[in-house]
């Protein structure tokens, strides 16, 4: 199994207090596989709907951003593999 992995960095390298801070997140996880369902609804009459197909990741990453200076990051936008955050310096 493979680890998953992130790389993070800021939008600069230093900060005026009062601030805007994004940091974006770059991850994935190579064990995490999306799964195909399809689906038919049959009747009791024995008449059937066109088959749908939904797709789902199973087991996906779940990001926490968190500081040592116990600042609330909150979340801009996250795709599933880039994910970007905000606070204030």
């Known amino acids: 199994m493979a680890?998953?992995?992130?790389?993070?960095?800021?939008?600069?390298?230093?900060?005026?207090?009062?601030?805007?801070?994004?940091?974006?997140?770059?991850y994935s996880d190579a064990d995490t596989?999306?799964?195909t369902v399809t689906i038919v609804v049959t009747d009791a009459q024995g008449n059937s709907s066109a088959p749908v197909k939904v797709t789902?990741?199973?087991d996906p990453l779940t990001l926490t951003v968190t500081d040592?200076?116990?600042?609330?990051?909150?979340?801009?936008s996250d795709?599933?593999?880039?994910?970007?955050?905000?606070?204030?310096?």
């Open 33 to 35: 596989k999306p799964l």
């Open 79 to 89: 795709n599933g593999s880039v994910a970007v955050y905000r606070a204030v310096a």
């Open 3 to 26: 680890a998953p992995t992130a790389t993070a960095t800021l939008n600069a390298p230093t900060y005026s207090p009062g601030a805007q801070m994004l940091l974006t997140v770059t």
């Open 56 to 58: 789902a990741v199973i």
């Open 68 to 76: 040592n200076s116990g600042r609330t990051w909150t979340r801009v």
